[in-house]
């Protein structure tokens, strides 16, 4: 059977790196990074220069766009750069290029300041686990109250994938993702970092599920999170949605 095509954006950094080692059996990959992918056809471009990219995106049915500054705390220039005229590139090429699917990582600080200024979360942040609530409500991809530029430019990227959606069909997916460090094991950060963990075969199920989605899911914002005992981000929607059901749990 013939592999689906997919270019991975940013596939030589850490979530990419994780797609490609574990799925690739499964996929015929292709990688848009500003450095060479061994094994791997790989367009070196910068993705706010349209035309050096444009072309990275012919022939392909599904774009896994990954690519971004990752650093909550970068300047407005640099975010303007990298996470909002590149994903406009991305979204653009896509369109013309005739793809069917993105699949954008977003990020769990498009709600980040829910646990820094509401409780019962802010109970989780500031680890006084024993005013928490044995439960609480699970905040849902509805919520937005971003903590910072990067986190901006992330909701910027879901909301022009809904207009994409709207306007053109591209199904578009956004991966509201929460902590994948390279050691695959929970963080040190305390209890909010075990809340947000994402280990790397949880991070893998769920892009490998994002790609494979059946076409009705046509627009959708969900969480990547592992199923941790201190989660407070909606999973169940993503389960129902696209049948991402994560296996691992960093505990209390």
């Given amino acids: 059977m013939t592999k689906q095509k997919v270019l991975i954006t940013g596939m030589a950094g850490r979530i990419g790196t994780v797609a490609h080692t574990r799925l690739a059996d499964k996929y015929d990959f292709t990688s848009l990074d500003n450095v060479q992918v061994d094994n791997f056809p790989s367009h070196i471009a910068d993705l706010a220069d349209f035309e050096a990219m444009r072309s990275a995106f012919d022939g392909q049915e599904t774009v ?22 590149g994903t406009y590139n991305v979204m653009k090429a896509s369109r013309e290029s005739g793809v069917k699917r993105v699949v954008f990582a977003s990020t769990n600080h498009v709600v980040g300041n829910i646990p820094m200024k509401e409780e019962p979360y802010k109970s989780i942040y500031e680890d006084r686990l024993e005013n928490q609530p044995m439960s609480v409500p699970m905040v849902t991809a509805e919520r937005h109250r971003p903590d ?47 809340s947000l963990y994402l280990s790397h075969q949880d991070a893998a199920h769920l892009i490998d599920c994002s790609i494979g989605a059946p076409p009705s899911v046509g627009f959708a914002i969900v969480y990547g999170i592992s199923n941790n005992q201190l989660r407070f981000h909606d999973i169940e929607t993503a389960g129902d949605l696209i049948g991402y059901h994560p296996q691992d749990n960093a505990g209390i």
Avoid at 154 to 168: A, L, N, P, T, V
Avoid at 169 to 180: D, E, K, T
């Fill in 64 to 85: 896994v766009h990954l690519a971004a500054e990752p650093s909550a705390d970068a300047p407005w220039e640099v975010i303007l750069r990298n996470n909002i005229i």
């Fill in 148 to 194: 910072g530029y990067y986190a901006i430019s992330k909701s910027f990227g879901e909301q022009i994938g809904s207009y994409y959606y709207d306007e053109y069909g591209i199904s578009f997916i956004a991966l509201r993702i929460g902590g994948v460090n390279e050691e695959n094991s929970p963080w040190t950060m305390g209890p909010l970092g075990r």
